[in-house]
């Protein structure tokens, strides 16, 4: 009986040493093809994302009240950044940096305009 009882278990750990095996061996192979995978899937994440050198203008239909920023003097045929509305007018701005300083004093740059 003793000896039937410890060939059973020795039956029961190499079974379990081969489901635990197998176990590792397909955990292995999951990780290594979800590695090969995940560039592509961050690859195409990032073709829906805005980029900052993206060239469209934003604002392209947009009229403006000064033909130029008037923080910096920079046309806005240039490109705009970021936009202000004062006192029912659209102003156009080179950087958000730009819109800060027009901002602060919007009648000053309107006076050197």
Do not use: W
Not at 16 to 21: A, E, L, Q, S
């Amino acid at each position: 009986m003793a000896y039937t009882y410890c060939l059973f278990l020795r039956f029961k750990l190499l079974y379990m040493k081969k489901i635990i095996g197998i176990i590792l061996i397909a955990a292995a192979i999951s990780c290594n093809n979800q590695s090969k995978t995940e560039p592509a899937a961050a690859d195409k994440k990032m073709d829906n994302m805005p980029s900052k050198t993206d060239t469209t203008n934003k604002f392209a239909g947009l009229t403006f009240d000064s033909p130029k920023d008037l923080s910096c003097g920079m046309p806005v045929t240039a490109g705009v950044e970021d936009t202000a509305h004062y006192k029912g007018k659209v102003y156009g701005f080179c950087s958000a940096e730009c819109k800060a300083d027009f901002m602060k004093d919007p009648e000053a740059h309107l006076a050197a305009k």
